[in-house]
């Protein structure tokens, strides 16, 4: 890897990147037992729509299921087909109605992350996290993201959090890239 710490500012991610980020997260999904705890499960689930639409704070933003399970649904699309700028751009226009939502934030902050915006990926990823904290899918993101923003004691910490689950060895591989990575940099710092 020619370059570890890619900067804040970018905007295209490397392709080591997005691969790293597809390689962790088909190994976390792939692993996740099915009676595992729905905080550990993807996708996430939503709500019935009935629920949603009863929610007095949804309908007065005018956020009825229907809207929020297609504009989830093309977002999933976009990124799975490499669009994540698009998916950021549709999402991100719709944070005043959605944000708070886990899976809305949870697929904000990977076309984020996966279009150069780690900074507002880390907010997303946040979110989801204060709901669903055993969510490792997220965690693995929001590691990658501090990573990307040069916050390696974060990252680090979200990384050793999911290396220290159950999850398959080519998750754990790649983690453990990513923790070489850190501690080379900081052993590159030190006099």
């Known amino acids: 890897m020619s370059r570890v710490a890619p900067a804040a500012s970018a905007r295209?991610?490397?392709s080591g990147a997005a691969h790293a980020r597809s390689l962790v997260l088909a190994a976390l999904v792939a692993a996740?037992?099915?009676s595992a705890p729905a905080q550990l499960q993807a996708p996430l689930e939503l709500p019935p729509r009935e629920a949603v639409?009863?929610?007095?704070?949804a309908a007065s933003r005018g956020a009825p299921g229907a809207p929020l399970s297609r504009l989830l649904a093309e977002a999933r699309r976009l990124?799975?087909?490499g669009q994540a700028d698009s998916a950021f751009g549709a999402l991100d226009a719709r944070v005043a109605d959605y944000a708070g939502d886990p899976e809305f934030d949870y697929l904000l902050g990977l076309s984020a992350l996966d279009s150069g915006r780690p900074g507002q990926a880390?907010?997303?990823l946040e979110r989801v996290l204060m709901v669903r904290p055993d969510f490792l899918q997220a965690r693995a993101e929001i590691a990658r993201a501090y990573f990307a923003i040069r916050e390696r004691e974060n990252a680090r910490r979200e990384f050793e959090t999911v290396a220290a689950q159950r999850i398959p060895d080519e998750a754990r591989r790649v983690i453990g890239r990513y923790l070489d990575a850190i501690r080379r940099i900081d052993d590159a710092g030190r006099p």
């Open 79 to 81: 990124i799975a087909t």
């Open 12 to 14: 295209k991610p490397s």
């Open 53 to 57: 639409q009863a929610d007095p704070a």
């Open 32 to 34: 996740t037992p099915a």
């Open 122 to 124: 880390v907010m997303a």
